[in-house]
């Protein structure tokens, strides 16, 4: 099964210092999309960024960054100056445009907390 | 512009009903996710809907099922009603194959 794995449960940062977060998926096919999504406790699931994979240059919004590797098929994601408002559950997504593989399939997410 | 609704926003069933769980997309866009958040799970794929046919499924039993509308709102049923499908159940649209999903608030079922 083609799958997205996110090895770090949990994570924790100080405030306005920077974490990582990783994910590692499966995939065959050459054509994908990646996403980092964050779900706070409101339950909103909220895209962070996106990257598609014939891209070979890192996505970037803001304070979030990516880093790619695509012949590792590793994609983590940096949040630079951490805030108190970054604080949620992250999950990493693959979108495969492959025959059979029509899916977006999500990480099980990795629970970050910001200490004040 | 009003994004992905969902309705209701909780459900208490009782083991055995049916229940149906209602996703009207973004204006625009065709596809349709269902997803399954169980506590500890993840989120779990459930269906996909584009342009009114189911495009693919994820690896749940016949007793889910759903459809896409002609103006592209999507229903999910689940029959005869376990405890273990107590969860929270996200709907995500998009615009295009690949573009980025944009979910729905989702429903909360809870099977007594």
């Known amino acids: 099964a083609q799958t997205v794995t996110q090895s770090q449960p949990e994570m924790s940062v100080q405030e306005a210092e920077t974490v990582t977060l990783s994910c590692t998926y499966d995939?065959?096919?050459?054509?994908?999309?990646l996403f980092w999504y964050k779900q706070p406790p409101s339950r909103q699931m909220i895209l962070v960024i996106r990257q598609e994979a014939y891209k070979q240059q890192n996505a970037t919004e803001n304070r979030f960054s990516v880093n790619f590797q695509k012949a590792a098929k590793s994609f983590s994601l940096k949040i630079s100056d951490s805030q108190l408002g970054d604080a949620a559950m992250y999950f990493c997504a693959r979108f495969v445009n492959g025959a059979g593989s029509y899916q977006l399939t999500f990480g099980k997410g990795t629970k970050l907390s910001v200490i004040p | 512009e009003a994004g992905v609704t969902q309705s209701p926003t909780h459900l208490i069933k009782t083991r055995g009903q049916q229940a149906t769980l209602r996703c009207s997309p973004i204006s625009g866009h065709t596809s349709v996710y269902w997803y399954q958040q169980a506590l500890g799970l993840g989120l779990q794929f459930l269906l996909w809907y584009d342009e009114g046919e189911e495009r693919n499924r994820g690896n749940f039993p016949p007793r889910f099922s759903g459809r896409q509308f002609p103006n592209y709102s999507s229903e999910l049923n689940v029959n005869a009603l376990e405890l273990e499908d107590s969860a929270l159940y996200l709907c995500?649209?998009?615009?295009?194959?690949?573009?980025?999903?944009?979910f729905g608030q989702g429903t909360r079922l809870t099977v007594v």
């Open positions: 995939t065959s096919e050459s054509d994908y999309y």
């Open positions: 995500a649209s998009s615009l295009t194959v690949g573009s980025e999903a944009f």
